[in-house]
């Protein structure tokens, strides 16, 4: 179980699941079958964990991964606003999971680095074999 409190130590919430810090109101939690879903700041489910994987909220969208492992990026509805269709990938600053403030994401297609924006249209064709940074603007 996982509490949440305030910056005075008060209990705010007690979950009855494994769930991580809250960004823009939401929190991931783990499901049955180690699926990934939302709570929101009440402790109410408010995406079923459906997905093999998901990020933060992050500018009004999180990534989420399919059960073929492919990172799409929903709303705070859990519909797909940009469709499963690029490559899961780690990295230790995290870039290519969340959009940044202008609005743009690194993802991977065919092991190949490209920009989208948060309409999904392709900024940069993924052809490159890295990317970095954390402000794209065109």
Not at 68 to 79: A, M, P
Not at 98 to 115: A, R
């Amino acid at each position: 179980n996982i509490c949440y409190i305030d910056k005075k130590g008060n209990l705010l919430l007690r979950t009855g699941m494994k769930s991580d810090s809250f960004s823009e109101g939401y929190a991931r939690y783990t499901g049955e079958g180690q699926l990934f879903g939302f709570i929101d700041i009440a402790g109410e489910i408010v995406i079923s964990a459906k997905y093999n994987y998901a990020g933060s909220f992050s500018n009004g969208l999180a990534f989420a991964c399919n059960e073929d492992g492919k990172v799409g990026y929903i709303n705070k509805s859990g519909e797909y606003v940009i469709q499963p269709k690029y490559e899961l990938f780690y990295s230790d600053k995290k870039v290519g999971f969340d959009f940044t403030d202008d609005g743009y994401v690194i993802v991977v297609e065919n092991k190949k680095c490209g920009v989208i924006d948060k309409k999904g249209n392709v900024i940069l064709e993924c052809k490159y074999d890295g990317l970095a940074g954390n402000s794209i603007s065109q």
